[in-house]
């Protein structure tokens, strides 16, 4: 850092104090030091005697050479009290600096050609007069060749040179490792402005390079979002020093995506909160494995529940049945007792319906599995439908690939799950709507994961609102009209196809339509 020369003191300095010297007897005193430094060379013992009489010539509390090298200054050479530190130094240079002890800092630039070669610094007991200020500038001018040539000086500016270098590598370092993360890092100060963007912030929605964010303040920046709301958030970390997380969810890249953001508070050696970082997580696919693991709970819950009690009401439906047929039998026909009969054998089959629904999560099933092609069980599906009442009126449009690779599964089942995807479709739809049934494979290229098949169902239907959507797998839980449905369609699907290894997910808007995906892993070579 090169250290600028200072100007005289100002025009207040003449009111001040003379030291012990006139301001006439200080270039006795300057004179005697130059006379000192032309005999004796450069030395350790010159350089500490010399100032030791400059302070005792100014009466100063403490004088000392200070030397500089790249962006920074040390400490070479000192008499008097040792309390200046760098950052003292930088402040006088600016100007004679006061002290709150009452004390005034003068500081000198020592030129040796066009190279600073340090500066010198004395700290006094009142204000600087105008002969104070030119014995500290001529002394200064006088020690620059002196400190040019010291050996100790060389030496103090190569490591300080080596140490600087260090200090720029380990901050190079540490804003690679920030850089790397796969998250949005920016950290702001107690002035909201920014001071660290990483390099997930430049790519991110957003895209503002780091040139463009640092130094702002975060409300310039994130100007999409609410000040009032950020800054809130903010004053609430500075005030309490306590961490911050929530969650939100944008569609800015064209897909819901969840996101956790992380306020952290920086703390000071005194305890007192410097900085916030601020951490932008999408957790969008953690979000989605806990919600199939919370899902798969359920179904193991409700398969126990079901295996405990499906001896205690088989039993009592079946005396239930037989005795409505034994009453259908022996009553009149001219009466109405036949018609309730029907609605009680009727109930009857609807319970265990039901019954055996359940027992699907947990009564063991023999998979007869075999290597297959899912074109195969798309076909079969649609041909078992193609009589059935509401699906004639459909128009069903097929778009299925023929370079899939193949899977290791149960046709049957498959088959039964994707019929079950489209009577669902077909109850959404109004008569003549349309529905796609569309097979793909997906390479396990970098990024994309194990290689999958994929089987998706898209209807136009009434599309399934956002608060529903994460309970639609859930057992007896239905969007249809109360009647039409038991609720464990889409579950019975989800334990299908979870066994197979996959899973199934769906996309839907109201008013637009639903897509529901199989996604199956392929078959292991």
């Known amino acids: 850092?090169?250290?600028?020369?200072?100007?005289?003191?100002?025009?207040?300095?003449?009111?001040?104090?003379?030291?012990?010297?006139?301001?006439?007897?200080?270039?006795?005193?300057?004179?005697?030091?130059?006379?000192?430094?032309?005999?004796?060379?450069?030395?350790?013992?010159?350089?500490?005697?010399?100032?030791?009489r400059a302070r005792g010539a100014l009466d100063a509390a403490e004088c000392s050479v200070w030397l500089t090298a790249s962006n920074a200054v040390v400490r070479g050479w000192g008499a008097g009290e040792e309390e200046l530190g760098p950052a003292d130094i930088a402040d006088a240079l600016r100007g004679d600096a006061a002290l709150p002890s009452g004390e005034i800092i003068r500081v000198a630039a020592m030129q040796y050609g066009p190279r600073t070669v340090g500066a010198l610094a004395v700290r006094l007991n009142g204000r600087v007069t105008e002969g104070q200020a030119?014995?500290?500038?001529?002394?200064?001018?006088?020690?620059?060749?002196?400190?040019?040539?010291?050996?100790?000086?060389?030496?103090?500016?190569?490591?300080?040179?080596?140490?600087?270098?260090?200090?720029?590598?380990?901050?190079?370092?540490?804003?690679?490792?920030?850089?790397?993360?796969?998250?949005?890092?920016y950290v702001i100060d107690r002035n909201y402005r920014i001071t660290v963007w990483n390099h997930k912030r430049e790519i991110g929605m957003q895209g503002i390079s780091r040139e463009e964010a640092i130094g702002r303040t975060i409300f310039e920046v994130l100007h999409r979002q609410p000040a009032d709301l950020l800054r809130r958030e903010f004053e609430e970390v500075f005030l309490t020093g306590r961490m911050q997380q929530f969650q939100s969810e944008s569609t800015s890249t064209g897909e819901m995506r969840t996101y956790r953001l992380s306020k952290i508070p920086m703390r000071d050696a005194s305890n007192r909160v410097t900085h916030i970082i601020t951490i932008g997580e999408d957790i969008t696919d953690w979000v989605e494995a806990r919600e199939r693991v919370a899902q798969n709970e359920k179904l193991a819950a409700i398969g126990r529940l079901a295996a405990g009690i499906m001896h205690e009401i088989n039993n009592p439906l079946a005396t239930i049945s037989a005795c409505a047929e034994s009453l259908m039998l022996d009553a009149p026909r001219d009466q109405s007792g036949p018609e309730f009969v029907k609605i009680i054998e009727a109930e009857v089959q609807r319970c265990k319906r039901i019954i055996d629904g359940l027992l699907d999560f947990s009564r063991p099933r023999p998979l007869q599995r075999e290597s297959m092609n899912v074109n195969t069980v798309a076909e079969r599906a649609l041909f078992l439908l193609k009589h059935h009442g509401r699906f004639k009126q459909l128009t069903v449009t097929t778009e299925l690939s023929d370079t899939l690779p193949m899977v290791h599964a149960s046709s049957e089942q498959l088959i039964q799950v994707l019929i079950a995807l489209l009577m669902n479709a077909a109850d959404a739809m109004p008569p003549h709507g349309n529905v796609t049934v569309l097979t793909r494979s997906t390479d396990a290229s970098a990024g994309a994961g194990a290689a999958t098949v994929v089987m998706e169902v898209k209807d136009e239907g009434v599309g399934i609102p956002r608060a529903q959507m994460a309970r639609i797998f859930e057992p007896f839980y239905s969007t249809k009209e109360q009647g039409r449905g038991t609720g464990l369609g889409l579950a019975i699907c989800y334990g299908i196809v979870a066994e197979h290894g996959g899973r199934i997910e769906v996309d839907s808007e109201p008013g637009k339509g639903s897509t529901f995906r199989i996604i199956l892993p392929v078959e292991a070579r």
């Open 1 to 52: 850092m090169a250290v600028p020369s200072t100007s005289s003191a100002s025009g207040a300095a003449a009111s001040a104090a003379a030291s012990p010297l006139g301001d006439g007897a200080l270039f006795g005193a300057v004179a005697e030091i130059a006379r000192r430094l032309t005999e004796a060379g450069p030395s350790e013992l010159v350089a500490q005697d010399v100032l030791e």
């Open 134 to 185: 030119q014995f500290v500038d001529t002394l200064a001018s006088m020690l620059a060749s002196f400190i040019a040539h010291s050996e100790r000086a060389r030496r103090l500016e190569g490591d300080l040179r080596t140490r600087v270098r260090e200090v720029d590598a380990q901050r190079h370092f540490t804003e690679g490792i920030v850089d790397a993360l796969p998250l949005g890092l």
